[in-house]
């Protein structure tokens, strides 16, 4: 059978036990999808799981924010990284809002007719640029903690699902079609619009901590702060050298995605690790069978890979949340090496 799956094979929902058996009944309930794909790619490392899942439901499910507009910021934010499973995925999603005509103008890479859309949509796409969508925002102080806990959890799941999960959102690409994407939206609009209360995820975390100030106190905090934790001990599958090596790269990266040639990468054979981890956070949708490879070992398993792309991935996930919330009085001195992006930079 054909699978979603690229360069792990996760075990299927129906065998999960213990915490990710939880995670899982808590998706199906609050994002109405049994086992998507994009979390299950993460359950052969269950601290990872549970924190990426709880970000997400916290900002955009529960948190501060009407659902269309945060969905919208999903959108922008998955155009920005070229992600094109989770572009498909929030236009479904914007359909079981009710929003039809919203879902089919971007489907169709048309502007939002609301202003206030736009607005979002265009602030959204920046943010992959560190320090290009600092305040004002445009949606109210209020409703920051879930505006930016949004575009943080996708900056991290676009990259995972780059890395590790196919294209396709459904079977032979069908979502394509627009009575597919209606259709599609339509099965899922009584999960998206019943209220969720907030903090439901967080005792699936282990004493994760309050989180960032620009959270305010709400549960995206925990949240954000639980799969910082997780994510970054995939450091330790690097050695001292090569952590090193992604930490330069990440502070002096611009937001622009990486050329073909010449490749600026590390080699497959010198610095295997470093290659994957910078792949992940700058490029994760060129990682290929040779990249994994090359690093594989024997003591390297599924749950060892899930973490070095996690690790890639939130070393980016910092580096935009550092720059993003940035108090504004500072916004003069950090920008200084912050390139302008082209068009091709925002596509």
Not at 35 to 60: D, H, I, N, Q, Y
Request: one cysteine or more.
């Amino acid at each position: 059978m054909p699978t979603p799956f690229r360069h792990t094979e996760p075990l299927p929902p129906k065998a999960a036990t213990g915490r990710v058996a939880e995670v899982y009944a808590q998706i199906a309930r609050d994002f109405g999808i049994a086992g998507p794909s994009t979390f299950v790619v993460l359950s052969s490392a269950p601290a990872l799981l549970a924190p990426a899942w709880a970000l997400m439901r916290e900002s955009l499910i529960a948190g501060p924010g009407g659902r269309t507009g945060k969905e919208v910021a999903a959108f922008g934010v998955s155009l920005a990284n070229k992600c094109p499973f989770c572009v498909d995925a929030h236009t479904v999603l914007l359909h079981a809002t009710g929003d039809h005509a919203l879902a089919e103008r971007l489907a169709r890479g048309q502007e939002p007719e609301d202003e206030g859309h736009a607005r979002v949509l265009g602030w959204a796409r920046r943010t992959r640029v560190p320090g290009a969508a600092r305040e004002p925002y445009p949606f109210p102080r209020e409703e920051a903690p879930g505006y930016l806990g949004t575009v943080l959890a996708f900056h991290f799941i676009n990259r995972v699902v780059s890395a590790l999960v196919t294209e396709n959102l459904l079977p032979g690409d069908a979502q394509r079609l627009r009575p597919v994407r209606s259709l599609a939206g339509r099965s899922l609009s009584r999960a998206v619009r019943r209220p969720a209360v907030p903090g439901a995820a967080l005792p699936l975390l282990d004493g994760p901590g309050p989180g960032p100030a620009w959270a305010a106190g709400t549960p995206v905090g925990p949240a954000y702060a639980a799969l910082r934790t997780a994510a970054t001990t995939g450091a330790g599958l690097l050695d001292a050298d090569d952590q090193a090596l992604v930490g330069r790269a990440l502070r002096a990266w611009d937001g622009s995605h990486p050329p073909l040639a010449p490749d600026p990468f590390p080699g497959r054979r010198e610095r295997p690790g470093a290659r994957l981890a910078l792949l992940a956070a700058l490029a994760p949708y060129r990682i290929t069978d040779a990249d994994v490879a090359a690093w594989r070992r024997p003591e390297h398993t599924d749950h060892c890979l899930v973490h070095l792309v996690a690790y890639g991935a939130f070393a980016a996930v910092d580096r935009i949340e550092t720059a993003l919330t940035a108090p504004t009085a500072e916004s003069a001195e950090s920008t200084e090496s912050v390139a302008v992006p082209t068009t091709e930079e925002t596509s």
